[in-house]
């Protein structure tokens, strides 16, 4: 967890890491979606375990390779 994008970035390079740096919001990110208005539960299984478990929060992410952001 890192507190700003520069930090996670400066990170990744260092490590030269490759996969995906994504943003998470504290609190949960399925919680603070939907307290957010970013989603909004519609069918039955919204907000079951499963569910919760494998959401995204759709915030930024930077792909990267070799810990630099891909082009």
């Known amino acids: 967890m890192f507190d700003t994008l520069d930090a996670g970035l400066a990170w990744a390079a260092e ?3 490759t996969g995906i740096l ?5 609190g949960g990110a399925y919680d603070v979606a939907v307290s957010e208005g ?7 299984h919204h907000g079951t375990a499963d569910h919760v478990a494998a959401f995204s ?9 070799g ?5």
């Not at 970013?38 to 039955?44: D, G, I, V």
């Open 15 to 17: 490590h030269q890491v």
């Open 22 to 26: 994504a943003e998470y919001p504290y």
């Open 38 to 44: 970013r989603f909004t539960p519609s069918k039955a």
């Open 57 to 65: 929060p759709g915030l930024r992410h930077v792909h990267l390779t």
């Open 67 to 71: 810990g630099r952001p891909d082009q």
